[in-house]
């Protein structure tokens, strides 16, 4: 439903082109309009709530997964003895540090 911009319903009323009936008629019509604007507005605001929630799970279970990549290439990459320490010989070698 159109209506009168609000300043020319004002204006209208200020200078008694409009009465109060049709003043007032105008003014619920705008708070109608409101209304729905605004319950439109609370609807898009949900949905790009629950998007943004399921964003920071995924981003979430990426993290998780690139640490455990990072520990599992970390652990690969660091002998499983301390520098210094011998290694034990398999059969018929000699004992060998790290160096």
Partial sequence: MATYPLEKILADYESGKMDVEMTL??????IGQLHASQSAANADRQALHKQVNTIEHALRSLQDELGALKR???????????????????SGEKPATDR
């Fill in 25 to 30: 008629g105008h003014s619920l019509q705008h």
């Fill in 72 to 90: 599992l290439v970390a652990g690969t990459k660091t002998p499983s003895h301390p520098k210094g320490q011998e290694i034990a010989p398999t």
